[in-house]
């Protein structure tokens, strides 16, 4: 051992002395070795990334492909061969993955380990799960989630992608609180977290660089930062519980905070302090504890007869209002209230009373007696389906807060409005008049309104609106609406409520409008207030309507039909409603040079309609024009609708819904 470590120095100074000079072969031979190792080790980690894709392409295929949409993803490199569906490569690695409206579902977790990803879209699809921890994306750049069922929250994670320029998650049901780390993001351009379940304060986002922002449709509370305030109030909306501009809401002033009571020198450590009126140790004496009782029970039963008596009153009121033949509007049928001709004055008493062109007579006691169901409520009042004992239908509006002068001015408008005839406008045929009840009978139409088709059911199981039939409803309801203006032309009566709860469409599926002519029972302060469909940027200042407004009213409806998304509701409180601001949402992404984005998913299916979509998406952009003189008439809307298709009805009826310009892209080979 001693021998060791009196030759190791040497040995050492020997082998690593720097004056030590390596032969030219040994050098040879040793940078040969490191070539040789390096040109073994290269392609394999290159192999062993590109195999990384594959795998993670193919196990989010597995999951997220139930119907069988990717088909074409075959091979063992995404990179060559045949190209897969929405996948983009650079260098051999995956750098872009496009599958929007694809039908997926589940979760995306397998998407993490595409580390080289740029550009990730998977909006409108079924996506479910919470968002992944984004660290493996820091070279992101366009990342779209928006449109799924993702859960759970925001990762805190986004700010290592510091490239990334826009990030949509909206339309989700992001939960939690939004992370305060979007100030990191400096090339950061887009943020859209609306329509989801976020909760708590804004983040001060101090970052200039953002030019499109939305948290509307959530559950934010406290004030909106100084930072975000120019941007628009939509960017907020629907968040009952925000404060602060651009809202109209003020917060309140802050208040100081409760300063802590100074701490007891007897009170121990980590001991609540002791109340002045009590003293350590003190219990409630046998006395105190009885009183409390008592008093409580004292108290409970106070409350059960309170609520005895209210009951009792109320049965008894109702069985005094009930009338003699049974034949009231409540019973779950007509409505919450009781009416009864039985309750009237013989003054007041009166009978249905029917239009010109009613075929179907029938008297109001055989519409008492009907068995009804409700069908919705509406600024005018709730509407029913009634199906009385022979076995026919009609439909029944019971109208709310009417201001007319009396009997004979109401008969004199119904019969202005019974003269109003046309197939896309939903005829009156009978109506009643009395002090406290006035009823309005119309033509039944089965397959509901336009809303209902549009938006009800958009889940698994649902029947898709085709392109013919939505073209064909829009045509329609121009056709009626036109009608309308040109035929109350005289007097320029607006009808006020265009909305697609208020376009019905009959057994063939033809548009009918419905609810016109109601502006001529309310007062105008009244109108302007319950009557104004999607409103338009006028009414804001005029707090008037128009048939001006009407065109733009329409063009909503044009683009609902388009998008299948559902607009922002006309009334005041729509800020705390489901839906969107349309026109600017179209206009915001038509800007970007992003039309195909616009139309609806489930119009996606169907071939050789582009054209056709564009051209009525021109004509909606046109009818909701921000200045009312620019906007067309409605006649002229007609005949630019008839332009784009000149008549989908016989199309339809040749063509049908398997026809070759309709058939869904799936079921080709």
């Not at 909306?237 to 309140?252: K, M, Q």
């Not at 001529?520 to 940027?537: E, I």
């Amino acid at each position: 051992m001693e021998s060791l470590k009196e030759s190791s120095p040497a040995i050492l100074s020997q082998r690593f002395s720097p004056k030590r000079r390596v032969p030219k072969y040994e050098l040879r031979r040793e940078l040969g070795w490191l070539w040789l190792g390096l040109l073994l080790v290269w392609p394999t980690t290159i192999l062993g990334q590109i195999r990384n894709d594959f795998q993670a392409l193919q196990n989010f295929r597995m999951t997220a492909d139930v119907t069988g949409q990717l088909r074409d993803w075959i091979g063992q490199d995404p990179c060559s061969g045949p190209e897969w569906t929405g996948v983009v490569c650079k260098n051999g690695r995956v750098f872009e993955l496009k599958l929007e409206r694809l039908q997926l579902a589940g979760p995306i977790d397998a998407l993490i380990e595409l580390d080289q990803l740029r550009l990730l879209t998977l909006k409108d699809n079924n996506l479910t799960g919470t968002i992944p921890d984004f660290s493996s994306w820091r070279n992101m750049q366009l990342l779209y989630l928006n449109g799924n069922n993702f859960t759970g929250q925001i990762p805190a994670t986004v700010s290592n992608m510091l490239r990334l320029a826009r990030i949509n998650l909206q339309d989700n049901h992001l939960e939690g609180f939004i992370p305060n780390v979007f100030d990191n993001l400096t090339r950061l351009q887009t943020l859209r977290l609306e329509n989801n379940d976020l909760v708590g304060p804004i983040p001060p986002i101090n970052n200039s660089g953002i030019n499109d922002f939305s948290v509307a449709g959530n559950q934010l509370s406290g004030s909106i930062p100084s930072t975000l305030s120019r941007f628009s109030q939509n960017s907020f909306s629907g968040n009952a519980a925000l404060c602060g501009e651009p809202l109209a809401l003020a917060c309140p002033p802050t208040v100081a905070p409760v300063q802590p009571p100074t701490a007891d020198p007897n009170t121990a450590p980590g001991e609540a302090p002791i109340p002045p009126h009590r003293k350590k140790g003190s219990r409630l004496s046998t006395g105190e504890i009885v009183a409390i009782v008592v008093g409580d029970v004292v108290a409970l039963l106070l409350i059960t007869l309170a609520l005895l008596f209210y009951y009792w009153r109320r049965y008894s009121r109702r069985n005094q209002e009930k009338p003699a033949k049974g034949g009231d509007l409540d019973k779950g049928e007509f409505s919450s209230g009781q009416f009864s001709t039985a309750q009237l004055p013989d003054s007041e008493r009166s009978k249905l009373v029917f239009l010109e062109g009613s075929k179907h007579i029938f008297e109001l006691e055989d519409l008492l007696r009907a068995s009804a169901e409700m069908l919705g409520k509406g600024s005018f009042g709730t509407a029913y389906k009634a199906v009385l004992e022979d076995g026919s239908v009609v439909a029944v509006k019971r109208l709310k807060d009417v201001s007319t002068n009396g009997k004979k001015e109401f008969e004199q408008q119904m019969e202005l409005i019974g003269k109003l005839k046309h197939p896309n406008v939903v005829p009156l045929r009978a109506y009643y008049y009395a002090k406290g009840e006035k009823l309005l009978v119309y033509d039944y139409q089965q397959n509901g309104s336009l809303y209902s088709l549009l938006h009800g059911n958009r889940g698994p199981g649902r029947t898709p609106l085709d392109w013919v039939t939505r073209l064909r409803i829009a045509l329609g309801a121009a056709r009626g609406l036109a009608y309308l203006h040109q035929e109350c032309g005289s007097q320029k009566i607006p009808h006020g409520n265009i909305k697609s709860s208020n376009i019905l469409l009959d057994k063939d599926y033809s548009a009918c409008v419905s609810d016109y002519g109601l502006a001529l029972l309310m007062t105008s302060s009244a109108a302007t207030t319950r009557m104004a469909g999607y409103r338009a940027p006028e009414h804001a200042d005029t707090k008037r309507i128009s048939q001006r407004a009407d065109v733009y009213s329409f063009g909503v409806v044009l683009l609902e039909l388009l998008t299948g998304k559902a607009p922002v509701p006309a009334y005041s409180n729509a800020a705390q409603e489901e839906g969107i601001d349309l026109p600017r949402w179209v206009h915001s992404v038509v800007r970007e040079e992003w039309t195909a984005e616009v139309f609806d998913i489930e119009l996606m299916r169907y071939r050789n309609i582009e054209e056709e979509m564009v051209g009525l998406l021109q004509v909606a952009m046109v009818c909701v024009s921000p200045a009312p003189e620019q906007r067309p008439k409605m006649p002229q809307v007609v005949k630019m609708i008839e332009e784009i298709r000149p008549d989908p009805a016989s199309s339809m009826d040749e063509e049908g819904f398997d026809s070759l310009t309709q058939s869904p892209l799936s079921d080709e080979g």
